[in-house]
């Protein structure tokens, strides 16, 4: 059974830097994962992802630039390091993976099977 489970959220000044960790269980190998925020009253916002074939990443366009995802196969974990943080970065930022093999739309949550719990990103201005 997969689980995720993320880590490093926290309270930053604007400008300020932050690295999220998701740590999975279970075989990842054949998944696309990601990484989405969700701001109070507003959607869930695919921020980017790195698919498990050729590991290609894609960016949301409010993070391009900012934002870096990477995934570490030996220890199952996937990052995303963030800087040049804005307040409107503020989130709740969750991690997600996708069934083996699965295929469809990188920025749409329903490619996406299995969800972390999030982690709570606070921009201060």
């Known amino acids: 059974q997969v689980q995720l489970v993320e880590s490093g959220g926290g309270l930053v000044q604007a400008g300020g830097s932050l690295r999220l960790s998701c740590a999975a269980s279970?075989?990842?190998?054949?998944?696309?994962m990601a990484w989405f925020r969700q701001a109070p009253g507003k959607e869930r916002e695919f921020v980017a992802c790195?698919?498990?074939?050729?590991?290609?990443?894609t960016y949301g366009d409010s993070v391009k630039g900012r934002f870096t995802i990477s995934r570490d196969g030996t220890r199952n974990t996937l990052y995303l390091q963030m800087s040049n943080l804005k307040p409107d970065d503020t989130a709740v930022y969750y991690c997600?993976?996708?069934?083996?093999?699965?295929?469809?739309?990188?920025?749409?949550?329903?490619?996406?099977?299995?969800w972390g719990q999030g982690t709570q990103v606070t921009v201060s201005s």
């Open positions: 997600a993976a996708s069934r083996p093999q699965g295929s469809g739309v990188l920025s749409s949550t329903q490619l996406y099977h299995y």
């Open positions: 279970g075989d990842l190998s054949k998944s696309t």
């Open positions: 790195a698919t498990w074939l050729g590991n290609v990443v």
